[in-house]
């Protein structure tokens, strides 16, 4: 079955420093792949998402993000954290238009100042 | 444009009793997408609604049905609730390959 693997559910930066959430997906099929951030008692923003265009794909809110098909993953940057990052981040694959979105169990980003 | 909405957003039910959520997609969006949140299984697909046809189903028992209406508004229900149906229950609303959510229904089962 497809899945998305998600490394470590709670990551832990200072503001100012580097933010990398990491994501991998398990089938060799390309996807569509999209980063959503979730703020307490929100639904789901769409940050950024990848569509066989560029490899890498800029967002909203200084995030990016780089499709690796070598490597399955479609892992998140940020050059420099800033305390209104702090959130819960989803990484999700799909492979048709609509339809379903397979998730990450997420990964909850904290920023020290 | 308007953002997906969903109605209502807190919702307190008792165990056997059933609930109707309402969600209403960004317009001009034909394709409508459920999802339940949990702490312990995460965001978990159930069913797409597309052209009023429900087009793809996740894994749920029967208990969770939808349906869409002519205008792209949908309608999930559940019947015959149990504890383990407490959760957040996300609506999307798609424009091509991307889904779009509304902000939820807390739904706390007693």
């Known amino acids: 079955a497809q899945s998305v693997t998600q490394l470590g559910s709670h990551v832990s930066v200072s503001e100012g420093a580097l933010v990398l959430l990491r994501c991998n997906y398990s089938?060799?099929?390309?996807?569509?792949l999209f980063w959503y951030v979730q703020y307490p008692n929100q639904g789901l923003q769409l940050l950024l998402k990848?569509?066989?265009?560029?490899?890498l794909v800029k967002g909203i809110n200084g995030f990016e993000a780089e499709f690796k098909k070598s490597e399955t993953s479609f892992h998140l940057t940020k050059p420099s954290a800033h305390m209104s990052d702090a959130a819960e981040y989803f990484c999700a694959v799909s492979y048709n238009q609509g339809g379903k979105l397979i998730f990450g169990q997420g990964t909850e980003l904290s920023v020290k100042p | 444009k308007a953002g997906v909405t969903q109605t209502p957003r807190y919702l307190i039910k008792t165990r056997g009793q059933q609930v109707t959520l309402s969600c209403s997609p960004i317009s001009g969006h034909r394709s409508v997408s459920w999802y339940q949140q949990t702490p312990g299984q995460g965001l978990q697909f159930l069913f797409e609604?597309?052209?009023?046809?429900?087009?793809n189903k996740g894994n749920f028992p029967g208990r969770f049905s939808g349906r869409q209406f002519s205008n792209s508004r949908s309608e999930m229900n559940v019947s015959t609730l149990e504890l383990g149906d407490s959760a957040l229950y996300l609506c999307?609303?798609?424009?091509?390959?991307?889904?779009?959510f509304g902000p939820g229904t807390r739904l706390l089962v007693l």
């Open positions: 089938s060799s099929v390309p996807p569509y």
């Open positions: 990848y569509t066989s265009a560029a490899t």
């Open positions: 999307a609303s798609s424009s091509r390959e991307t889904q779009y």
């Open positions: 609604y597309f052209s009023e046809t429900q087009r």
